[in-house]
Structures are given as C-alpha cells and as structure tokens.
C-alpha cells in the first residue's frame, strides 16, 4: 500500500513540474488554463523588426530636416533607417537624387521641380505632397492692413515665383488688384488698381524679414518667417489660405527620380510623413508656418 501511494505521488509531482515549466508542448499534458498563460505570456513578447534598408534623403534644414527626424522613429519601427542629409542649395539635392546617389530629396515644390527638369534634363518626379508653407503679411512700422496709410511701403520678394504669390495675398486683402488672368505670374507690372499708392519694395527674398522695422508690412513665406522668429498664428496680419490656389501649386514634396516613385522605400516614407503622428508634429512645432497637405 505504502508502495502504491508513493507511485501515485511521483506521478503527480512529475506531471506538475512539466507543466509549471512548460517543457512539453503535446496539451494532452498541460491543464487548459496552464496552456492558455503560456500561449498569452509568449505573444506579448515584442516580435524582433526586420530591416529593410536605408532610404537617403537630401533635404533643407528648416523645416523639412526638422520634419524627417521627428519620421526617423516610426520608420525605423518598420526596418527602415532613415539617413538624412542638409543641402543649403536648391541644385545639388536634385542631381544627387538624378545621380542615383540619393533616393529621395525633400526641400521643393511641383514648378520648381519641372522648371529644374526643363533646364538640366533631369527626369525627377512627386512621390507625394507632404506640407505647403502659406505666404503671410507681417507688421512692420503699421499692424493694421485695414488701415494701411497712403503710400505705405511693402516689402515683398522679387524672384518670380514668391513675388506672383506676395502680389496675389495682397489682392486677397484687398490692398491691390492685379490684372485678369495675372495669376502665378504676377509681377508689379500687372497691378491694374492700387488704391492706397502703396510702393511695393522689391527685395532678395532672404532680406524681406530684415527690412520689417524699415517699411510698413513684409511679406514672407513660411521659413523666413520662421528664421525671422515670427509665428503664422501670432503675429501674420494676413496669410494663405489652405484652398489658396497657391497653396495647391506650392506643396513641398518628396522627389525621386522617374521610375522609383512606387518602391517600397519610398511608399513607406510618404506614408510616415502624411501619417497622424507627423501631422501633429508640424502643427505643434511651426504653429501655422508650417501646413500638413491632406
């Protein structure tokens, strides 16, 4: 008998042990509960990330570098590493990105990208639109554009695509009216009506913002208002709206050349900058010189 019960014991404290360690996997040994903890306990466990590449990209510094590492995390959440390089030109990101050196560049928009295509021979295309940067009217000597004085100064860019939005975000506001169909193209030459005798000064876009204490109002596009420690929300008198023409035809976005615009790479880094994370981001950081583009 005594042999008996400790057969049975042996047993148990076998089948026990085996369980509690989960060295068996056949469920016929395990208790359901006891199987079911296990299988829960193994599924929290962080699946390992399969890298996938890096994607490299040449970029400005303001905002759009700012815009990619804040996008580093989640790609790399991914596999992808994200390696991004600052350019203080306008040309070297688009030969590297022709060059096949870099895969993506983020730093313009759709005209400057085909006038560039145009005159270099270069075959680069739009990935996707990720945030556009409104044109704003900033107090300088006056702060209310209802009120502007007679002959009141203006300070606006003098290159032909950030003079034509400058001009049209004053007619906007009433201050001037350009000539029909002027449009994109504008220049102080089609301004048809200009009831106050306002005097636009015609500057290097750079040194617009250092004029403000100089004239009555400045007109800036996002990054040199932002270099200029203005806010959009706190301090533009005036800015472009989000259904803007201009707004529609200068989004910023990601360029790569012709043909790797559906890689995986780069579907997966336009998918990250349009995604809700990013959009919070800019929204909070650029207080309005800086728009998502939905």
């Known amino acids: 008998m005594k042999k008996s019960i400790a ?10 042990t085996l369980a509690g360690c989960g060295a068996k996997t056949e469920t016929t040994e395990v ?8 299988t829960t306990d193994a599924t929290t466990e962080a699946a390992p990330v399969t890298e996938k590449g890096t994607i490299k990209i040449a970029a400005s510094s303001t905002p759009h570098a700012e815009i990619l590492e804040a996008a580093k995390p989640l790609l790399a959440e991914q596999g992808w590493t994200l390696d991004v390089t600052i350019f203080d ?3 070297q990101p688009n030969l590297v990105v022709e060059s096949g050196d870099f895969d993506a560049n983020y730093f ?8 560039f295509n145009e005159e ?4 680069l295309v739009d990935a996707g639109d990720i ?9 300088g000597t006056e702060t209310d554009l209802a009120n502007i004085s007679e002959g009141a100064v203006i300070a606006v860019p003098n290159d032909t695509t950030n003079e034509a939005r400058a001009l049209l975000l004053l007619q906007d506001n009433g201050i001037i009216t350009l000539k029909e169909g002027a449009g994109l193209t504008a220049t102080i030459n089609d301004i048809a009506e200009n009831p106050k005798n306002v005097e636009i000064k015609e500057l290097e876009a750079a040194q617009v913002a250092r004029v403000k204490d100089e004239v009555a109002f400045v007109v800036l596009n996002g990054n040199y208002a932002l270099e200029a420690g ?18 529609k035809t200068y989004v910023n976005i990601i360029a790569v050349k012709e043909g790797n615009e559906t890689s995986e790479g780069i579907k997966a880094l336009v998918d990250v900058l349009k995604s809700e994370d990013i959009k919070k981001f800019i ?4 207080d309005g010189a800086v728009v998502p583009f939905n």
């Open 230 to 247: 203005f806010s959009v929300g706190k301090d533009a008198v005036a800015y472009e709206q989000a259904d803007s023409e201009a707004a």
């Open 131 to 139: 945030h556009y940067e409104p044109f704003g009217i900033y107090p």
């Open 7 to 16: 057969l049975v014991f042996a047993t148990i404290l076998a089948v026990g």
């Open 120 to 123: 270099q021979g270069t075959h």
């Open 31 to 38: 208790p359901a509960t006891e199987a079911t903890e296990v």
């Open 108 to 115: 313009q928009h759709v005209p400057y990208l085909n006038e």
């Open 283 to 286: 929204e909070e950081k650029y």
């Open 89 to 91: 030109d306008y040309v």
